[in-house]
């Protein structure tokens, strides 16, 4: 399984965009990335998933550079609810056997 | 519809007991997945079901730590016996892997997991 890492912190104020990236160097053909958020006390929550290029939902964008072996998850607009623990994903997620494999992720706060 | 429903929320043993965590995932869905997660660290994979057949249970501590998933729906985690370092949340997740086609997206549906405190 690809190897992710993103930055352990961000800070934030309401209203911005916020960026956080993943590296995946070793991500494979059939490699998914996918999102998930994680409020305390609550198990994660999917956000967003992609292949490659620009994948927008009405929660966040992922931008996926050609190469593949980074990602950005796109937050616009943050507000002090989006403060959560942010875990980027790599596998075949979609295959019948694929593997969630969480990392540490990126603890984002937001501040009013 | 429903979602991931586990009991108990939460439970308090001491070490050497035993305790069992139990996971009722969304219906149809075939994959359903158990995970620790340490307070400050990401969810740690220790078991995947492919209906009743498990997947991959590599980093499942087997000498205390079982599973099983009798005719694919509901699941149960058991320790025994239980160990200071369990004191984690135990979080059950399920999916239905639609395949690549169409990069149609798959998302697990997380519980709200069981918070185990071991003294």
């Known amino acids: 399984l690809a190897k992710t890492t993103q930055p352990i912190s961000m800070d934030s104020y309401e209203g911005q965009e916020v960026n956080i990236t993943c590296s995946h160097n070793?991500?494979?053909?059939?490699?998914?990335i996918t999102w998930y958020q994680q409020f305390p006390s609550q198990g994660p929550r999917f956000i967003i998933q992609g292949y490659k290029t620009k994948v927008t939902n009405e929660v966040a964008s992922l931008f996926i550079p050609a190469d593949r072996k980074s990602s950005t998850l796109s937050l616009p607009r943050v507000s002090l609810s989006d403060t959560a623990v942010y875990y980027c994903?790599?596998?075949?997620?979609?295959?019948?056997?694929?593997?969630?494999?969480f990392g540490q992720g990126t603890t984002l706060q937001v501040k009013p | 519809e429903a979602g991931v429903a586990q009991s108990p929320r939460y439970k308090i043993i001491e070490k050497r007991q035993s305790v069992a965590f139990w996971c009722n995932p969304i219906s149809g869905h075939a994959t359903l997945y158990w995970y620790q997660q340490i307070l400050g660290q990401g969810p740690k994979l220790l078991i995947q079901f492919q209906n009743n057949g498990v997947v991959d249970d590599s980093q499942l501590p087997k000498d205390r730590f079982s599973a099983e998933r009798l005719k694919g729906v509901d699941s149960t985690l058991k320790i025994q016996p239980a160990k200071l370092e369990d004191s984690a949340v135990y979080l059950c997740?399920?999916?239905?892997?639609?395949?690549?086609?169409?990069?149609?997206?798959?998302?697990?549906?997380f519980g709200q997991g069981t918070r185990l405190t071991v003294v």
């Open positions: 994903l790599v596998g075949d997620i979609p295959s019948n056997t694929g593997k969630l494999i």
């Open positions: 070793n991500i494979a053909t059939n490699d998914y």
């Open positions: 997740a399920s999916s239905s892997p639609k395949g690549r086609t169409g990069g149609a997206n798959t998302e697990a549906f």
